[in-house]
């Protein structure tokens, strides 16, 4: 995992979680954070041997209104010892304005103290789940990942073969667009991959014989997401009829992306065919089977039935 720092954290999080430099701006490069979040709890008391420098030492609406009930003289020299522990950052959460002291010994001592408008157990996971993808290793793939009904769907295939053409119709049938052409995928802890846009071309799908289209633009903010975990592949193939293509769906493929294994499909490509469609059946069909429905193993237990059946009477 590369290292990172407060300064990456801000300029990683979510707008909304409103998460801001209050003070310590010198700080914002030194110490590369865990993705781990510790809340100050008993070093308000003067217990400081559990506080880890590496963490970002968290102020909740408990901690902030013990603050509040210490005298000015002791309240900064509770701040000052605290402080002089150089976590990596002190966190103030639920929208709570910090004390005077504590920007003042943010700034003398250099260490980053951050506000946030979000409820401290909101604002945790949010702040291990940026940390966590910040820090995680890169795959990039040609292809395209759409949102189909919260499933991740990776399209790849040879060049010119139609998936941002498959995609763009998915996304006119209701679905949501996370990336096209290239797709950058991050594995997480617990080995989930989750997908985004290159930065440079994010939300930007190029059609042939219509050029560049900026999906956001016309379609609106619900046609986009920034990034989904993948939870599917598909690739699209030229119709061979040499091949022998998947018939049942008896046998559950894979492909192994970034060290996970997913499922994989071949899907072969033919003129009249409506790919985006079988796409999106796909993606319901998988949505299925992880809830233990499958159409083949229904089928494939209605013939043994029936071949039992028919071996009874004729003994």
Same mark, same amino acid.
């Given at each position: 995992?590369?290292?990172?720092?407060?300064?990456?954290?801000?300029?990683?999080?979510?707008?909304?979680?409103?998460? +801001? &430099?209050?003070a @310590?701006?010198? =700080?914002?490069?030194?110490?590369?954070?865990?993705? !781990?979040?510790?809340k100050? /709890?008993?070093?308000?008391?003067?217990h400081?041997?559990?506080?880890?420098?590496k963490?970002?030492q968290?102020?909740?609406?408990?901690?902030?209104?013990?603050?509040?009930?210490?005298?000015?003289?002791?309240?900064?020299?509770?701040?000052?010892?605290?402080?002089?522990?150089?976590?990596?950052?002190?966190?103030?959460?639920?929208?709570?304005?910090?004390?005077?002291?504590?920007?003042?010994?943010?700034?003398?001592?250099?260490?980053?103290?951050?506000?946030?408008?979000?409820?401290?157990?909101?604002?945790i996971?949010?702040?291990?789940?940026?940390?966590?993808?910040?820090?995680?290793?890169?795959?990039?793939i040609?292809?395209?990942?759409?949102?189909?009904?919260?499933?991740? +769907? &990776?399209?790849? @295939?040879?060049? =010119?073969?139609?998936?941002?053409?498959c995609?763009? !119709?998915?996304?006119?049938? /209701?679905?949501?667009?996370?990336?096209?052409?290239?797709?950058v995928?991050?594995?997480?802890?617990g080995?989930?991959?989750?997908?985004?846009?290159a930065?440079m071309?994010?939300?930007?799908?190029?059609?042939?014989g219509?050029?560049?289209?900026?999906?956001?633009?016309?379609?609106?903010?619900?046609?986009?997401?920034?990034?989904?975990?993948?939870?599917?592949?598909?690739?699209l193939?030229?119709?061979?009829?040499?091949e022998?293509?998947?018939?049942?769906?008896?046998?559950?493929?894979?492909?192994?992306?970034g060290?996970?294994?997913?499922?994989?499909?071949r899907?072969?490509?033919?003129?009249?065919?409506?790919?985006?469609v079988?796409?999106?059946v796909?993606?319901r069909?998988?949505?299925?089977?992880?809830?233990?429905?499958?159409?083949?193993?229904?089928?494939?237990?209605?013939?043994?039935?029936r071949?039992?059946?028919?071996?009874?009477?004729?003994?």
């Amino acid at each position: 995992m590369k290292r990172i720092y407060i300064k990456d954290l801000l300029d990683g999080c979510p707008p909304g979680m409103a998460l +801001a &430099l209050a003070a @310590g701006g010198k =700080g914002v490069s030194t110490i590369p954070l865990k993705p !781990e979040v510790q809340k100050v /709890g008993l070093a308000l008391t003067g217990h400081f041997d559990n506080l880890d420098p590496k963490r970002i030492q968290v102020f909740g609406k408990t901690e902030m209104t013990y603050l509040g009930k210490l005298g000015g003289r002791k309240r900064r020299s509770l701040v000052e010892k605290l402080f002089g522990k150089k976590a990596a950052a002190y966190l103030i959460t639920a929208g709570i304005k910090p004390f005077r002291e504590m920007i003042e010994e943010a700034d003398r001592q250099g260490v980053p103290l951050l506000v946030s408008s979000y409820e401290t157990n909101r604002c945790i996971r949010g702040i291990i789940k940026v940390i966590e993808e910040l820090g995680a290793s890169e795959t990039h793939i040609h292809g395209v990942l759409v949102d189909i009904m919260g499933v991740g +769907a &990776l399209i790849m @295939g040879p060049s =010119g073969i139609g998936k941002s053409e498959c995609a763009l !119709e998915l996304v006119v049938r /209701g679905h949501r667009l996370v990336a096209d052409d290239v797709v950058v995928i991050k594995k997480l802890s617990g080995g989930k991959l989750m997908g985004s846009g290159a930065e440079m071309i994010r939300y930007l799908m190029e059609i042939r014989g219509l050029g560049v289209v900026n999906v956001r633009d016309l379609f609106g903010i619900s046609a986009i997401k920034a990034r989904k975990a993948v939870d599917m592949v598909v690739e699209l193939v030229h119709w061979d009829k040499e091949e022998s293509y998947e018939r049942l769906g008896l046998d559950d493929r894979t492909i192994e992306i970034g060290g996970v294994d997913l499922p994989y499909m071949r899907m072969p490509v033919t003129p009249g065919r409506n790919i985006a469609v079988i796409v999106e059946v796909a993606a319901r069909n998988h949505a299925l089977k992880t809830q233990g429905i499958s159409a083949a193993a229904l089928l494939d237990e209605r013939l043994s039935r029936r071949l039992k059946s028919e071996a009874a009477e004729e003994v």
